[in-house]
């Protein structure tokens, strides 16, 4: 019984110092955490300005460094997903008013783009302006132009959540959270809003973000985990213990994600390729 006793704890003591060497290289840093609460969308401007979004108070901050932020608009309603346009301004996703606004580059002005939507979630904005949105819950992807005009780029899509638009531009990548999958939709050509799978087993996959080679990272809001998927291949659990994380954005080597129901944001630097 002693053995037994002493090899369950070497086994123990094994896979914790295991689970402990793979956080360090792979864990999640809580950061900013008495000066956000509650964020959902998060976002990263051409000039590499950081904004993050609480989606109760529907305020947007300014993230200054990993311990400072500077608010930048508010009087949101339940803002969910936001983007930054190529001029600077902000697209958020006001999921409580069914509108998506749009906030100048200096935080001063706020203007509603287009309406009448039912649950405007992720949001993702091309070079050209155009502002694409997922309704989740009718699970219709919206394009909308610079003027406002709103189409359907594709239906059926349930629970569409994060987007993400590839770095040229052609593609659309769009988080089904209750299928668990990554889907691609071409966004000109004879097969624009048709999708295709381009990852699958992300359980509750949320908010989405890209690097330039094609890599995409979600958050997997139940499970607590950041995935890292590459088409053709399963999804790998790059961290794991974050809660309820909502959106991720890719900034100076790391991934900065927010959480829904919990305060601060997490920072997960990713490992340099060899």
Same mark, same amino acid.
């Given at each position: 019984?002693?053995?037994?006793?002493?090899?369950?704890?070497?086994?123990?003591?094994?896979?914790?110092?295991?689970?402990?060497?793979?956080?360090?290289?792979?864990?999640?840093?809580?950061?900013?955490?008495?000066?956000?609460?509650?964020?959902? *969308? +998060? @976002?990263?401007? %051409?000039? $590499?300005?950081? #904004?993050?979004?609480?989606? &109760? /108070? =529907?305020?947007?901050?300014? !993230?200054?460094?990993?311990?400072?932020?500077?608010?930048?608009?508010?009087?949101?309603?339940?803002?969910? *997903? +936001? @983007?930054?346009? %190529?001029? $600077?301004?902000? #697209?958020?996703?006001?999921? &409580? /008013? =069914?509108?998506?606004?749009? !906030?100048?580059?200096?935080?001063?002005?706020?203007?509603?783009?287009?309406?009448?939507?039912?649950?405007?979630?992720?949001?993702?904005?091309?070079?050209?302006?155009?502002?694409?949105?997922?309704?989740?819950?009718?699970?219709?992807?919206?394009?909308?132009?610079?003027?406002?005009?709103?189409?359907?780029?594709?239906?059926?899509?349930?629970?569409?959540?994060?987007?993400?638009?590839?770095?040229?531009?052609?593609?659309?990548?769009?988080?089904?959270?209750?299928?668990?999958?990554?889907?691609?939709?071409?966004?000109?050509?004879?097969?624009?809003?048709?999708?295709?799978?381009?990852?699958?087993?992300?359980?509750?996959?949320?908010?989405?973000?890209?690097?330039?080679?094609?890599?995409?990272?979600?958050?997997?809001?139940?499970?607590?985990?950041?995935?890292?998927?590459?088409?053709?291949?399963?999804?790998?659990?790059?961290?794991?213990?974050?809660?309820?994380?909502?959106?991720?954005?890719?900034?100076?080597?790391?991934?900065?994600?927010?959480?829904?129901?919990?305060?601060?944001?997490?920072?997960?630097?990713?490992?340099?390729?060899?």
């Amino acid at each position: 019984m002693k053995n037994t006793a002493l090899s369950i704890l070497a086994i123990t003591a094994a896979f914790l110092f295991a689970s402990i060497s793979a956080f360090a290289q792979t864990g999640a840093q809580l950061i900013l955490e008495d000066k956000i609460s509650g964020s959902e *969308g +998060i @976002a990263l401007c %051409p000039d $590499g300005k950081l #904004f993050a979004v609480e989606n &109760g /108070s =529907g305020k947007i901050f300014q !993230v200054i460094d990993d311990e400072n932020v500077s608010l930048f608009s508010e009087g949101h309603a339940r803002a969910a *997903g +936001i @983007a930054c346009g %190529p001029a $600077g301004d902000i #697209f958020v996703a006001d999921y &409580g /008013s =069914g509108t998506v606004s749009v !906030v100048s580059a200096d935080g001063k002005d706020k203007k509603v783009l287009a309406g009448g939507f039912k649950t405007p979630n992720g949001i993702a904005v091309s070079a050209d302006g155009t502002v694409y949105m997922s309704d989740s819950t009718s699970g219709i992807v919206h394009e909308i132009s610079p003027d406002g005009k709103a189409e359907r780029l594709l239906e059926g899509v349930s629970f569409a959540n994060g987007l993400l638009i590839s770095p040229d531009g052609k593609m659309l990548y769009i988080a089904q959270t209750t299928a668990g999958k990554i889907v691609a939709a071409p966004l000109d050509g004879p097969n624009r809003g048709k999708k295709i799978t381009f990852a699958s087993k992300l359980k509750m996959a949320d908010g989405i973000t890209g690097t330039v080679d094609g890599t995409i990272y979600a958050c997997l809001f139940s499970s607590g985990e950041i995935a890292k998927a590459v088409k053709g291949a399963d999804p790998e659990i790059i961290a794991s213990g974050l809660k309820t994380p909502a959106t991720p954005v890719f900034k100076d080597g790391s991934l900065y994600i927010t959480s829904l129901t919990g305060s601060g944001l997490y920072k997960v630097p990713l490992p340099k390729e060899e």
